[in-house]
T-cell receptor
Framework: DAKTTQPNSMESNEEEPVHLPCNHSTISGTDYIHWYRQLPSQGPEYVIHGLTSNVNNRMASLAIAEDRKSSTLILHRATLRDAAVYYCILRDRVGDSSYKLIFGSGTRLLVRP | SAVISQKPSRDICQRGTSLTIQCQVDSQVTMMFWYRQQPGQSLTLIATANQGSEATYESGFVIDKFPISRPNLTFSTLTVSNMSPEDSSIYLC????????????FGQGTRLTVV
């Protein structure tokens, strides 16, 4: 399974941008990069995913390095509700009709008021 | 999106007993997965629940300990058998509708305490 490396924790001030890094040097050509987050006492929720190009949605932006060996999740204005554990995951394809998500240790984001 | 209902939401069980956790989805989904999250830890994939066939287990997990059923495209159960205190965890059901790059959805989890 391709692995990801993330810092254990990061801190941010409220209403400032947050850049959460992820290294995935063993990524294969067909692996998608997924980001999920887990708020306290909840199941994980999808944030964003991408393959090669940068991606934007209402929650965040995903910047993918040209060699795809790293990516950065960008929260443009952190709020207290964004305090969570953020997981960078490589979509692991199994066979030709299924996939599974293998979670790493993630980054715990603390947002200061 | 997919709305997932897990039952029970929490339980306290005696060691040596078994607990069956149910996962109901509001629409048909292609993939269903079961995860375990031990206190303060990340999620660990237990198995992929396959409709109409035996589940596919990850390394370190066996069918005798964690039997799984998936009778249709909207429902699955995970049983934690012969429980010990080490089985105290949150168990989460996850589903994916898309076989490709789509997002996965997670239930709120079942918090199990074994005493």
């Amino acid at each position: 399974d391709a692995k990801t490396t993330q810092p254990n924790s990061m801190e941010s001030n409220e209403e400032e941008p947050v850049h959460l890094p992820c290294n995935h040097s063993t990524i294969s050509g067909t692996d998608y990069i997924h980001w999920y987050r887990q708020l306290p006492s909840q199941g994980p929720e999808y944030v964003i995913h991408g393959l090669t190009s940068n991606v934007n949605n209402r929650m965040a932006s995903l910047a993918i390095a040209e060699d795809r060996k790293s990516s950065t999740l960008i929260l443009h204005r952190a709020t207290l509700r964004d305090a969570a554990v953020y997981y960078c995951i490589l979509r692991d394809r199994v066979g030709d009709s299924s996939y599974k998500l293998i979670f790493g240790s993630g980054t715990r984001l603390l947002v200061r008021p | 999106s997919a709305v997932i209902s897990q039952k029970p939401s929490r339980d306290i069980c005696q060691r040596g007993t078994s607990l069956t956790i149910q996962c109901q989805v509001d629409s048909q989904v292609t993939m269903m997965f079961w995860y375990r999250q031990q206190p303060g830890q990340s999620l660990t994939l237990i198995a992929t629940a396959n409709q109409g066939s035996e589940a596919t287990y990850e390394s370190g997990f066996v069918i005798d300990k964690f039997p799984i059923s998936r009778p249709n495209l909207t429902f699955s159960t995970l049983t934690v058998s012969n429980m010990s205190p080490e089985d105290s965890s949150i168990y989460l059901c996850s589903v994916a509708r898309d076989r490709g790059k789509g997002e996965a959805f997670f239930g709120q989890g079942t918090r199990l305490t074994v005493v």
